[in-house]
């Protein structure tokens, strides 16, 4: 029927397209600014999202695993209670986080289920 050629080329290329298809499927998500989420905030109420800030001075509250990330001209409060955060969550820090966005009270905030922190310059003091 098919010659041994003819069979690996089709074998190739279901394998090739189904590649393509799972990349396509499965693209992530782009992460968003502070200012980019807050900008609209409703179009992301109850979807899973990537957020990137800088961990506003002072807001890390251990206790109630809480902190507040800030833009250039916004801020969003990040839950972490059942996230997996990388060493060096800090003040000042860039910090990436993935979630669901949610809206209780008037207020935004992202329940956090991986937070990511930059690794700290050597320049640093």
């Known amino acids: 029927m098919f010659s ?3 069979r690996l080329l089709i074998v190739g290329a279901i394998i090739t397209i189904g590649l393509i298809g799972v990349i396509i ?3 992530p998500e782009p992460t968003r600014t502070v ?3 807050m900008e609209s905030p409703e179009q ?4 899973e999202i990537s957020i990137r800030g800088e961990v506003l001075d002072g807001s890390i509250d251990n ?5 507040i990330l800030h833009g250039s001209n916004s801020n969003i409060t990040i839950e972490y209670v059942d996230a997996s955060v990388s060493n060096g969550l ?3 820090r860039t910090v990436y986080a993935q979630g669901i966005l949610r809206f209780s009270d008037g207020v935004y905030f992202l329940e956090a289920d991986i937070i990511k922190t930059s690794c700290p310059s050597k320049y640093e003091e």
């Open 90 to 92: 800090d003040d000042n």
């Open 44 to 47: 992301f109420i109850d979807k």
């Open 63 to 67: 206790n109630t695993m809480v902190f």
């Open 25 to 27: 499927i499965e693209a």
């Open 4 to 6: 041994r050629k003819n």
């Open 35 to 37: 200012d980019e989420v």
